[in-house]
């Protein structure tokens, strides 16, 4: 398993921006897929975004697609989720997670690795 910390949740209004982090530590983190998962209030977990080993794969949730963009630098040992045009519906906690494997997967069951989540708040 790997560690894993987001930042840059917070709030912010209707159509701004906000930029997560996941900073990882523990195996080699060039190794494993990674995705970012978020989860509302009374609703289950979904998957958001993910990249693949080498960025040569990215997935989106469809109601992101164009305004959310996910990148990895290896050599930092980080992944990031730009978010562009945020709403309300956006609003929840964010987690970043590490896949078992290189390939990537849109299923929660695939990530073996979870972050402690960072509250995104998007005001109409």
């Known amino acids: 398993q790997v560690q894993l910390v987001e930042s840059g949740g917070g709030l912010v209004q209707a159509g701004g921006s906000l930029r997560l982090s996941c900073a990882a530590s523990?195996?080699?983190?060039?190794?494993?897929?990674m995705g970012w998962f978020r989860q509302a209030p009374g609703k289950e977990r979904e998957f958001v975004a993910g990249?693949?080993?080498?960025?040569?794969?990215?997935y989106y949730l469809d109601s992101v697609k164009g305004r959310f963009t996910i990148s990895r630098d290896n050599a930092k040992n980080t992944m990031y989720l730009q978010m562009n045009s945020l709403k309300p519906e956006d609003t929840a906690v964010y987690y970043c997670?590490?896949?078992?494997?290189?390939?990537?997967?849109?299923?929660?069951?695939?990530?073996?690795?979870w972050g402690q989540g960072t509250q995104v708040t998007v005001s109409s």
């Open positions: 997670a590490g896949a078992r494997f290189y390939w990537l997967s849109r299923s929660a069951s695939e990530y073996d690795s």
């Open positions: 523990g195996r080699v983190f060039s190794n494993y897929a």
């Open positions: 990249v693949s080993w080498n960025s040569g794969t990215t």
